[in-house]
């Protein structure tokens, strides 16, 4: 499979041509006689949350959305599981560790972040009591900061990363602090 369109088959290097299969037209390889599956990118991401503090977001040092705010996360490595991918992204990005047995899924989101590319994306929620390590700013990252959504108004966060901070927050925050 591929995220990005093919030229050339990956087994053999023989320029692909289309066929129609399934109710498209794919990419294929006469050689190989099969089809180059064309499929969205796996990723994972956490929230981790803190009815104090609000919830932990990092401040993007990459396209897209270079500047803007979002929940840490990242594309899966190929023999990741969601969870362990989301505590792995969250580790790297901000330094906080937490137990992938502890992450609760609240659901997912699809993105085209860039023309070509089609993410998908499993996203988790983890309280703050359950995180270990103080927050610092990893390689991509230009800053890691926790927000209340009232303490956030007015700054911008990468989208769909807006629908998952409300989200992550009514889960731990708004429940908690009343
Ligand atoms: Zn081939």
Redesign the pocket.
Known sequence: MTVYPATY?P??G?ELGTKHVDGRDRQY?D??DRVEWRNPAPGAGVAVVDPDRGVLLTKRDIEPGIGKWALPGGYLEVDETPSVGAARELEEETGVRVDPDDLQIVGTFTTTSFADEHVVSIRFVVGAERATGTPEAGPEVQAVEWFTPEEFEGSELHEPHDVEFERAWKLLGTDRAQ
Request: charged share 15%.
């Open positions: 088959c087994r053999c023989t390889c050689s190989c």
